[in-house]
């Protein structure tokens, strides 16, 4: 049966893919609530923005009387909790923005969801749920190989794993994680939540790590590489995970965590040179792209290690994904260079690709 679903930050990177991801392949209708900050883009909505099943509703999630009007025009079966700031550099450089709407945003938005669910009647209320999408950043940091003995099992996090953030950025969605939770065990608001690995692929922001080495690359600029590079990442193509989050937000147990994880950890410098060989196959130049990388100050904080374990998912829900690291990777340096007209009107803006989060 379709349903009404209200994505909030579905301007954003993983939130336009998902508002995608509904349009192009489900028959469910679309609420996209989006303050559009500096990372939202309506440009990444193009491709299904025509629909008659989509709408925009240009509100940020702090303004309660605004979200209220949402849910009662709207009147959504199902919230897709997705804005947020995301950026950790940007959290060392300014914190508050990210409490604010993490934290606050987060509270607003569950105490305007409550009001909305306590007055509705029925199935309507019976199916309704509320989907809160965070991080693997909130576990804190796992064991690296260069710290362990040869041949030692490394663990994963699961579900079950402790919160240990490490960054403003992680201790924001952890402490909304932890609201969400708690909405549903004191006012029982039903709620579940999805904690991801990075993700990446079309219509990134470039201040992230693989959209900024493609675009630096094409430019002639430094690829810079914190440390030595050897800080290690588990990579979800972003379309693989637009599809989970759709899986949880209709098949999903209430009450339940579900981690989301692509099952390809990269040190940062593998993922740096696997970036240059694509370039230097498809769009070849004098030099090797390789030769622009060149090594920065590490990130203050950095944590060293992310894996999931996703198998939870996979066994009660039946996800898992279809990209690998190769074949993601290939799509989404190809992306960029045939997209270049939406990342030009990206960096006409206020970032330029410089240097973030250094704490000074």
Known sequence: MSKTILVTGGAGFIGSAVV???????DHTVVNLDKLTYAGN???LTPVSDSDRYSFEQVDI???EEVKRVFNTHQPDIIMHLAAESHVDRSIDGPGEFIQTNVVGTYTLLEQARAYWSALEGDKKAGFKFHHISTDEVY???PHPD???PGTELPLFTETTPYAPSSPYSASKASSDQLVRSWLRTYKLPTLVTNCSNNYGPYHFPEKLIPLVILNALAGKPLPVYGKG????DWLYVEDHARALVVVALNGEIGETYNIGGHNEKQNIEVVQTICAILDEVKPKDSKYAEQI???QDRPGHDMRYAIDASKIERELGWKPQETFESGIRKTVEWYLANEGWWKAVLDGSYQGERLGTGS
């Open 140 to 142: 804190g940091d796992l």
């Open 294 to 296: 060149t090594y920065v």
């Open 42 to 44: 309506l440009e990444s």
């Open 230 to 233: 050897n800080q290690i990442r």
């Open 62 to 64: 702090c303004d309660a």
């Open 147 to 149: 710290e362990v003995e």
């Open 20 to 26: 995608r991801h509904l349009i192009n392949d489900t």
